[in-house]
């Protein structure tokens, strides 16, 4: 009964200290899409406009992995998906 009493509480606190760092290993892409969007002919202020949309997706997404909030970073890593539309990819 002890030994499952103890299994029980080191795989929870496990789950609970791994579940956040182990929850995004991806780099989703930001650096390729920013370069990408450089390199394309896009206006001045379009590029601008799309870099700044690049820059808060990933500042977002950085903290939404933080706190555990998986919903809302997904919706961040979706707006970066917007800009790789933008340029045709």
Same mark, same amino acid.
């Given at each position: 009964?002890?030994?499952?009493?103890?299994s029980i509480a080191l795989a929870a606190s496990?789950?609970?200290?791994?579940?956040?760092?182990?929850?995004? %290993? #991806? *780099?989703?892409?930001?650096?390729?899409? +920013?370069?990408?969007?450089?390199q394309s002919t896009l206006s001045t202020e379009? /590029?601008?406009?799309?870099?700044?949309?690049?820059?808060?997706?990933?500042?977002?997404?950085?903290?939404?992995?933080? %706190? #555990? *909030?998986?919903?809302?970073?997904?919706? +961040?890593?979706?707006?970066?998906?917007?800009?790789?539309?933008?340029?045709? /990819?």
């Open positions: 009964m002890k030994r499952l009493t103890f496990i789950a609970a200290v791994s579940g956040p760092a182990l929850a995004c %290993q #991806g *780099e989703h892409g930001y650096k390729k899409t +920013a370069d990408a969007l450089m379009k /590029k601008a406009a799309l870099m700044q949309v690049i820059k808060q997706s990933e500042m977002a997404h950085d903290k939404f992995t933080a %706190q #555990g *909030e998986y919903v809302k970073m997904n919706a +961040a890593v979706l707006e970066l998906g917007q800009v790789r539309s933008a340029l045709g /990819k």
